[in-house]
């Protein structure tokens, strides 16, 4: 237990006694249990007991609608730090820089909404 | 209520990270008005002349030392030199991202929304010029990625990760050929990417309820000084390893590499190549370096055996590969297990090899993966090993320049590759890791071999009707080639040149 990778070995017996363990048990399944495994009617089914599933699994969205999810996290994340800002952005302390470190923010996200209405995406044809 | 002081931003020190980001929101607006025709042009030498006016700061700040941002960010030896290699490599990877001599339109698709197959679809992979968005998504991830190797605290080294790894995501399924083959790798990039994400920021939350702070130096106290059990400590470790080991490529987290590296546009893969690895591997050694370096007792051996199974799993898969994309991949997976070792070797020592290795890979895997954009047929690359068979007669020139690439890549003196290793495993035996260069030692030889295989397929071998032609490459590739084969051949004869500015920067600040 000495030297540099000693410490390891609690580790090292840990793994040895996990291995050792799984070969067991399941070599005992294997030697215990029947061969002849049973295969009744809906055995291999994806469900062996309820209804059956009705139709596919396939629903279409339409995928124009990823647009306005992107834009309306624009402005939701936009106005989720506006708010307590508006609150406290006037009083002692914070000053000019307060204001054009959030006109900085709300420009970078204003860039997403112009580059959105540039390629036309505003307009549902 | 109590004055709020703003906190004191060095403007200087954080120049080049700005001067990125505020590149890329420009070529955002610049997407948005200027007409399509001049889109391209107007883009390519934005982004280019943004990186360099990046780079020109960079060494400017050579000799800066200072953490800024209240603690957030270090911009000291190491981030400075890791910054001016990832804007060089950068600028060569932009070079390839530019070519549309090759192609007609480029190596991107021009609407990536487009069902594949369509008519549509047909008609625009045929003429349209490729998106020129890439630009500016490349930007913000070069941005990201200046900011990662900077980043001093684990919450702005997560939003870096997240930063430069988005934009990675999409570049990644932008392929103008097999596309389905590229969105396929890039859906599975971000899966496992997020994935990682996750395992990265859990290790912050288990690291901060140890610690009581995110910022590296705080750990650092933390770890020596607290006589609390350090369970949280080493269990916030490993997960923050994880994150970092998945960027890395490293075993047992490289699974994705070979997929994405095979789908991604070639010029997109040659930049995650050399630049995430910088990155990356930039943000792991500050990380191990500054934070646990208390503990590199413990962490030692565990990531001492990621670093030998990274290197022997990459070394033989790379010998069962029949594409040349999934080769270099392979080798990818391989060189970070040897920056592993480097990683591992501690010290200043550790710190300069590893720095040397990553700027010397980068160059060649960089020429590398500009070789394969030129060897093409009908279908566009002819990735299959087998087509390359005879290229040697039917081209000499680029079946030179590649051959010497791939002996670089084996390691043979007189190529940064043989300097390269040489140096971080001289570092690993003053450091005292024996069995990592041995194991290092073993897998190049191994890995020697799936190189001089294609060497050999591409001069001794006859050329069939199936060999395809090397198409004449344009200005921009020509030059990210020469500039590669150059700096591989330059970082071999005269090593000193750089590895005397690693040695300077080999030094983090707390």
Redesign the interface.
Known sequence: MEG??GS?ATLGLLLLAGVLFFTAAFGANRVLRPSAPADPFGKREPYECGLDPVGGDWAQAQ?RYYVYAYLYVLFAVESVFLFPWAVVFD????GV?TVVEMAVFVA?LA??I??A???NVLRWS | MEDLKAPSIDYAAVAPILILFGAACLGVVVEAFVPRRARHAVQLTLALLATLAGLVVVITQASTRVTTAVGALAIDGPAVFLQGAILVLALVSLLLMGERKLEPGGAFVPQAAITVGSEADERQAARAPGLTEVYPISLFAIAGMLLFVAANDLLTMFIALEVFSLPLYLLCALARRRRLLSQEAALKYFLLGSYASAFFLFGVALVYGFVGAVDLASIHTAAAESDRDPLLLYAGLALLSIGLLFKTAAVPFHVWTPDVYQGAPTPVTAFMAACTKVAAFGALLRVLYVGFNGLSWDFTPILGVVAVLTMIIGAVLAVTQTDIKRLLAYSSIANAGYLLVGVLASGERGLASTMFYLVAYGFSVLAAFAVVTLVRDADGEAGHLSRWAGLGRRSPLIAGLFTFILLAFAGIPLTSGFISKFAVFAAAMEGGQTWLVIAGVISSIVLAFPYLRVVVMMWLSDPSDATPTVSVPGVLTTAALAIGVAMTLLLGVAPSLLLDLTTGAAEFVQ
């Open positions: 540099y990778l390891y995928i009083r002692p302390g914070f820089t970078v860039l997403g112009l580059y209405w540039r390629k």
